[in-house]
């Protein structure tokens, strides 16, 4: 049966409506990684914890919706976002502008750089002829990825991985020379049993180009009152102590601005 004009519209605008209220409901779909600590794990229950995951939880109850966390591989992430598995993405990404052609990000609720680490007691000028023949690990499909590949490609023994931890294990097994990634993440790694014999070398990186504009939520376009109920959370709960109080669990200093 042929639509007549009346009824199209109609449909068009229930499909408009329905696109940008997802978040009406009792319950928000928040996609995240839980394999990224500190900012999200998997613990050996299946339990998921981490950074993002107490501010996953803290918005929702700001904007008084209950969370439903749904665990997705990171080279998935943005796809499984527009396919609506999920409504927001909360798992430390990048606002960069390749991103923002295909998604929506929130205001940034935290900042990091990016660093190498490498063996402890075995000095390296980090730079392109220092790295020349040198491998370095990194998560695939990362701003980390992006920006090893662009600033020192040539030459460089990229070995990229599907999660942080790959890239550890080869690290620890001497598969990889260095490893290059958010410092905040790296600094979790080198503070515990596995990563003690390792340590940061050369400077911090944080090149907009790369790394964009912090860390941000990500969700489809066209959800434009979500993001504004977001970016209200992201703000009270900065007020109201909440962040801070989440931040104090996991780093003893600001990561904001």
Known sequence: MKKTPFITSMLVGIALLASTT????????????????????????????GFDIDIANALCK????ECKLVKQDWDGIIPALLARKYDAIVASMSMTDERKEKVAFSN???????????????AFEISKAGLKGKSVGVQRGTVSDKFITGEFGEGVDIKRYGTQEEAYLDLNAGRVEFVFADAFV???????????????????????????????????????????????????????????????????????E
């Open 186 to 256: 790296l600094l979790e790694y080198i503070g515990s049993d596995k990563g003690k014999d390792y340590e940061f070398v050369g400077g911090s990186y944080s090149d907009p180009k790369y790394f964009g504009e912090g860390i941000g939520i990500a969700l489809r376009k066209k959800d434009t009152e979500l993001k504004d109920k977001l970016n209200k959370a992201i703000a009270a709960i900065r007020a109201d102590g909440t962040y801070d109080s989440i931040r104090k669990k996991y780093f003893d200093f600001d990561i904001f």
């Open 62 to 65: 700001s904007m008084n919706v």
């Open 22 to 49: 997802a978040f009406a409901k009792d319950t928000v779909r928040i996609g995240v990684e839980g394999a990224y600590p500190p900012f999200s794990k998997t613990t050996k229950d299946g339990k998921l914890e």
């Open 108 to 122: 940034h609720y935290y900042k990091s750089p990016a660093r190498f680490i490498h063996k402890k007691g075995m």
